[in-house]
């Protein structure tokens, strides 16, 4: 069990975390602050370790592989909250780019999804035994990375993501990390850019399959923000089109856009906070120590989806988040579905070099 803790400023005004058993914690700058809040609940490794274990016993395996024997390449684990308008086109998408397996955590209330991708190979599909326990999603999708991806890739997308690297319209996913192992790079850093289109989403009329990113073309292209921590490593990112609209009056309280969303997963490789956060914490960095690195954007569509799958989302990424005071991205979705978005600035994703224009995607020393 975990020390009791607290997050509290001391009298040189500088943030602390205190536990019960006297350690302490300093933050001294915004990002640090944020840091620990996002870690409140999750302090050691081997308390992960432990909750991801656990995990095993609340599990069901309805469809597919079993674990990740025999596979070869990258792996996706994704939560499913029950919108199947979507998969055709994530398979798809995620297909094309390289994807060898997908693991779903089916979280939707009718539980469905193994009937609807029964007769796919490439797709292995887990349920929560109580449903209720929401804060089980973020240590039941740990689980699956290690029992599928241990010592090799894994990709963790929301089934509304778009996943964009530079140059990936034309290259594979096996490239990039082909390329990031060259680099001695175990993870690339990545920015969750909410899409809308000319309308509000909640006016949009889609098929019963259709390709998302036809209805939410736009993208704030300016507005961004990057806070470092005092070393310089940890990069805490807000802005967007959430900020613009739903935090102009307090734009440091916006949600987090950071995440860390393609990881080479080893032993004591875990997320503690939904995807925006990870021990060790050199998986939190955004470049290496000489040079900067390639990093990678979420395209992020879920103001398409119906209110109830976005009132799942929201209910696990706050559990996951493990704090009141980070709000979650997907209750600002909720919130934006009938508004008109689309502004003068708004700029429209073609392709990667969109976002490489405005400074939302690094290049690195890739070419």
Same mark, same amino acid.
Request: some cysteine; proline content about 4%.
């Given at each position: 069990?975990?020390?009791?803790r !607290?997050?509290?400023?001391?009298?040189?005004?500088?943030?602390?975390?205190?536990?019960?058993?006297?350690?302490k914690?300093?933050?001294d700058?915004?990002?640090?602050?944020?840091?620990?809040?996002?870690?409140?609940?999750?302090r050691?490794?081997?308390?992960?370790?432990?909750?991801?274990?656990n995990q095993?016993?609340?599990l069901?395996?309805?469809?597919?592989?079993?674990?990740?024997q025999?596979?070869?390449?990258?792996?996706?684990?994704?939560?499913?909250?029950g919108?199947?308008?979507?998969?055709?086109?994530?398979?798809?998408?995620?297909r094309?780019? *390289?994807i060898c397996?997908?693991?779903?955590?089916? +979280?939707s209330?009718?539980?469905?999804?193994?009937?609807?991708?029964?007769g796919?190979? @490439?797709?292995?599909? #887990?349920?929560?035994?109580?449903?209720?326990?929401? &804060?089980d999603?973020?240590?039941a999708?740990?689980?699956? =990375?290690? =029992?599928?991806a241990?010592?090799g890739?894994?990709?963790?997308?929301?089934?509304?993501d778009?996943?964009?690297?530079?140059?990936?319209?034309?290259?594979?996913?096996? @490239?990039?990390?082909?390329?990031?192992?060259?680099?001695?790079? @175990?993870?690339?850093?990545?920015?969750?850019?909410?899409?809308? *289109?000319?309308k509000?989403? =909640?006016?949009?009329?889609?098929?019963?399959?259709?390709?998302?990113?036809?209805?939410?073309p736009f993208? @704030?292209?300016?507005?961004y923000?990057?806070?470092? &921590?005092?070393k310089?490593k940890?990069?805490?990112i807000?802005?967007?089109?959430?900020?613009?609209?739903?935090?102009?009056?307090?734009?440091?309280?916006?949600?987090?856009?950071?995440?860390?969303?393609?990881?080479?997963?080893?032993?004591?490789?875990?997320?503690?906070?939904?995807?925006?956060?990870?021990?060790?914490?050199?998986?939190?960095h955004?470049?290496?120590e000489?040079?900067?690195?390639?990093s $990678?954007?979420?395209?992020?569509? $879920?103001?398409?989806?119906?209110?109830e799958?976005?009132?799942?989302?929201? +209910?696990?990424?706050?559990?996951?988040?493990? !704090?009141?005071r980070?709000?979650?991205l997907? $209750?600002g !979705?909720?919130a934006?579905?009938?508004?008109a978005?689309?502004?003068?600035?708004?700029?429209?994703?073609?392709?990667?070099?969109?976002?490489?224009?405005?400074?939302?995607?690094?290049?690195?020393? #890739?070419?």
């Amino acid at each position: 069990m975990l020390p009791a803790r !607290s997050l509290v400023k001391n009298e040189d005004g500088k943030v602390e975390l205190r536990f019960a058993d006297g350690q302490k914690q300093f933050a001294d700058s915004f990002a640090d602050d944020m840091r620990l809040r996002l870690g409140l609940r999750s302090r050691s490794v081997w308390s992960l370790r432990l909750a991801a274990a656990n995990q095993r016993h609340n599990l069901i395996n309805v469809h597919g592989q079993p674990n990740g024997q025999g596979l070869q390449g990258v792996i996706a684990v994704v939560p499913y909250y029950g919108d199947h308008r979507f998969l055709p086109w994530f398979l798809a998408y995620y297909r094309t780019i *390289g994807i060898c397996h997908f693991v779903f955590l089916d +979280l939707s209330k009718t539980s469905d999804l193994a009937a609807y991708v029964a007769g796919t190979t @490439d797709v292995s599909v #887990w349920e929560i035994r109580n449903k209720l326990r929401v &804060s089980d999603a973020l240590h039941a999708l740990n689980y699956l =990375r290690h =029992r599928y991806a241990r010592d090799g890739w894994c990709l963790s997308v929301e089934p509304y993501d778009l996943f964009v690297f530079p140059k990936s319209e034309t290259r594979h996913l096996q @490239d990039l990390v082909d390329f990031m192992t060259y680099e001695r790079q @175990d993870h690339l850093f990545a920015i969750i850019v909410d899409a809308y *289109g000319e309308k509000p989403a =909640r006016q949009i009329q889609v098929a019963e399959t259709f390709s998302p990113l036809e209805h939410l073309p736009f993208f @704030d292209r300016v507005g961004y923000e990057t806070t470092l &921590s005092e070393k310089k490593k940890t990069a805490i990112i807000q802005g967007g089109v959430q900020r613009r609209l739903l935090f102009a009056d307090k734009p440091m309280n916006a949600p987090l856009l950071n995440c860390a969303p393609l990881v080479k997963i080893k032993r004591d490789y875990y997320y503690t906070s939904a995807t925006r956060q990870m021990v060790p914490d050199h998986l939190n960095h955004a470049h290496s120590e000489w040079h900067t690195s390639i990093s $990678a954007c979420v395209l992020r569509f $879920a103001m398409l989806s119906s209110s109830e799958c976005l009132h799942i989302a929201r +209910l696990i990424e706050a559990a996951g988040l493990n !704090s009141d005071r980070v709000p979650p991205l997907y $209750a600002g !979705s909720e919130a934006l579905a009938a508004t008109a978005l689309k502004v003068e600035g708004s700029g429209q994703f073609n392709s990667s070099q969109d976002l490489v224009e405005c400074g939302l995607l690094n290049i690195g020393q #890739w070419f």
